[in-house]
C-alpha cells in the first residue's frame, strides 16, 4: 500500500467535504432543505467507504497472486 494511494484518498475526502458543505449551504439557503450539508457529507462518506474497500480488496487479490 502505497503513501501516494493514502494521501490521494485523504484529499479526495477533504474535497468531498468541501463540496457537501458548499453545496449543502447553498440548497438550504436558496431552496430551504433543511439537513441538506449533513445530508451530503452522509452520502459522500459511504460513497468514499465504498471506494476504500473496493481499493482494500483490490490490494489484497494483488497481494495473493
Known amino acids: 500500500m502505497n ?9 479526495e475526502l477533504g474535497v468531498l467535504v ?6 449543502g449551504a447553498y ?3 436558496s431552496q ?3 439537513q441538506a450539508t449533513a445530508a451530503l457529507l452522509v452520502l459522500f462518506f459511504i460513497v468514499w467507504i465504498f471506494q476504500l474497500v473496493f481499493l482494500v480488496k483490490k490490494w489484497q487479490n494483488q497481494l495473493k497472486d
Do not use: D
Not at 503513501?3 to 484529499?11: E, G, N, P, Q, Y
Not at 468541501?18 to 453545496?23: G, L, S
Open 3 to 11: 503513501a501516494f494511494i493514502w494521501v490521494s484518498l485523504a484529499t
Open 18 to 23: 468541501y463540496i457537501a458543505v458548499y453545496v
Open 27 to 29: 440548497l438550504e439557503k
Open 32 to 34: 430551504g432543505k433543511p
